[in-house]
C-alpha cells in the first residue's frame, strides 16, 4: 500500500510539474455539438465573450454562472439578467483571462476556448485547445483510469498520431474531429486522472510514422483474438497494420478490430512489455518520432 502511494505521489508531483511548465503546443479543434438551437456556457473565472471576426469583447461573464445562449437569426444573443441581448454576430469565442481557467458545457468543464458559431440558424460548439491539453481529456475517456501505465502511454501515443494525421477531417464543419469514438473519446478536462495526464505529458510530441509520415494509428477496444488488416474492414490495406494476436482472447469483440487492441495493449503491460515495444508489436515497421511545434526550442 505505502508503494502505490508513493508511486501515485510520484506520478502527481511529475504530473504538477509539466503542467507548471509554459510550453506551447499545437491547437487543435474539437466538435462538442452541432446543430442545436441553445446551449450555454460558464467558466470558473471571469471569462470574455469575444467577436471572433473584430476581436471585440462583447460582454464578461460572471464566474461559476451559466449562461444562455442561442441561435437568433443569422446571429447569436447571450441571456443576461433575464434577457436575450443579440451579438450581432455570427461567431463568438469564449476566453478564460488566463490559462488555467475552465469552460464548461454539456455538463463538463474543458481547457482552452470555446468557440460557437451559427451555422444556417443552428449553433455549433467547438472546444480550440493545445493538442497536449486534449490528449489528457482522451486517454482517460478512451481506456480505463485504472489500467497499467504502459498501456495509457502506448493509448497517448497512438491517439497524438490519430489526431495530427486527421487534422482538418472535419473542415467543412468547424472543427477538426469529433469528441466521440468516431473519431476519439474526449471528455474535457472533467474525465482527466493523475496517471493518465502523467502518460500523456511524459510521452509528450511522440507520435507513430511510416514512410516520414505521421501514421493514423487505429486502434479498438478488443478483436476478440485476432486483429485485422486494413483491407478485410476499408477500402485497401496499409504497410503498417497487419493481423496479429491480439491477446484479448475471452474479452467480447468491440470496435472494427483494426490497429492496437486496448484490451490487449492492458494485458501485455501486465505481462511487463514497454509502451513502445506494445506500439511496435501492433504497428509494423513504424518509427517514433518527435514532432516539432514554431517557437518551441525547449523540445
Not at 446571429?75 to 450581432?88: E, Q, R, T
Not at 493538442?131 to 489528457?136: S, T
Not at 501486465?270 to 514532432?291: P, V
Amino acid at each position: 500500500m505505502k508503494k502505490i502511494r508513493l508511486n501515485f505521489i510520484k506520478i502527481l508531483l511529475f504530473t504538477l510539474f509539466l503542467l507548471a511548465f509554459n510550453h506551447q503546443s499545437f491547437a487543435i479543434r474539437i466538435g462538442l455539438n452541432e446543430g442545436v438551437s441553445k446551449t450555454y456556457i460558464g467558466s470558473s473565472q471571469n471569462a470574455n465573450f469575444i467577436d471572433a471576426h473584430s476581436g471585440k469583447v462583447l460582454f464578461i461573464s460572471r464566474s461559476y454562472f451559466p449562461y444562455s445562449i442561442k441561435a437568433y437569426g443569422n446571429s447569436i444573443a447571450i441571456k443576461v439578467k433575464g434577457l436575450y441581448y443579440d451579438c450581432s454576430t455570427n461567431a463568438i469565442i469564449v476566453k478564460n483571462p488566463d490559462s488555467k481557467g475552465f469552460l464548461a458545457t454539456k455538463k463538463r468543464w474543458y481547457r482552452g476556448d470555446i468557440i460557437i458559431y451559427n451555422l444556417d440558424g443552428k449553433l455549433t460548439i467547438v472546444n480550440n485547445l493545445p493538442l497536449e491539453e486534449y490528449l489528457m481529456g482522451v486517454v482517460p475517456s478512451e481506456m480505463p483510469s485504472r489500467w497499467n501505465i504502459e498501456a495509457h502511454k502506448a493509448q497517448a501515443i497512438a491517439a497524438r498520431s490519430y489526431a495530427l494525421a486527421n487534422l482538418n477531417k472535419r473542415n467543412s464543419k468547424g472543427y477538426d474531429l469529433k469528441d466521440t469514438p468516431q473519431d476519439q473519446a474526449y471528455g474535457g478536462a472533467t474525465s482527466e486522472t493523475p496517471q493518465t495526464t502523467y502518460a500523456v505529458l511524459s510521452t509528450r510530441c511522440e507520435v507513430l510514422t511510416y514512410d516520414n509520415k505521421i501514421i493514423p494509428a487505429y486502434y479498438h477496444a478488443s478483436a476478440g483474438g485476432e486483429t485485422k488488416t486494413a483491407g478485410q474492414v476499408w477500402a485497401h490495406d496499409l504497410p503498417y497494420i497487419q493481423s496479429v494476436d491480439s491477446f484479448d482472447k475471452g474479452t467480447k469483440k468491440s470496435g472494427h478490430g483494426v490497429g492496437m487492441s486496448q484490451h490487449g495493449a492492458n494485458n501485455l503491460a501486465n505481462k511487463g512489455f514497454s509502451a513502445r515495444q506494445i506500439l511496435n508489436y501492433f504497428y509494423k515497421d513504424i518509427n517514433f518520432s518527435k514532432i516539432r511545434f514554431k517557437n518551441n526550442d525547449n523540445d
